[in-house]
């Protein structure tokens, strides 16, 4: 069996990095903290905005929101 492998996603922009790694994370909360099931998860979209220092996610089409990066 493989070894898990740690993984972290930074943006390098305008002289800064911002860490991306749980972003998933803050979506998959903000669909459970809406009231909605875990296992009702279908999809998360998440757009990273660089330039407003931003990620705006939609889960399931249903929930959607702002990560201060």
């Known amino acids: 069996m493989?070894?898990?492998v740690k993984?972290?996603?930074i943006?390098?922009?305008g002289?800064?990095?911002f860490d991306?790694?749980?972003l998933e994370?803050?979506?998959?909360?903000?669909?459970?903290d809406?009231?909605?099931?875990?296992?009702?998860?279908?999809s998360i979209d998440i757009y990273v905005k660089p330039e407003e220092a931003a990620a705006y996610y939609v889960v399931n089409k249903e929930v959607?929101?702002?990560?201060?990066?």
């Open 2 to 4: 493989a070894a898990k």
């Open 7 to 9: 993984q972290q996603l």
């Open 11 to 13: 943006m390098q922009f």
């Open 15 to 17: 002289g800064r990095d």
């Open 20 to 22: 991306l790694t749980n």
């Open 25 to 32: 994370a803050e979506a998959r909360k903000a669909w459970k």
């Open 34 to 42: 809406a009231g909605k099931k875990v296992g009702d998860l279908e």
């Open 64 to 69: 959607e929101g702002k990560i201060e990066l």
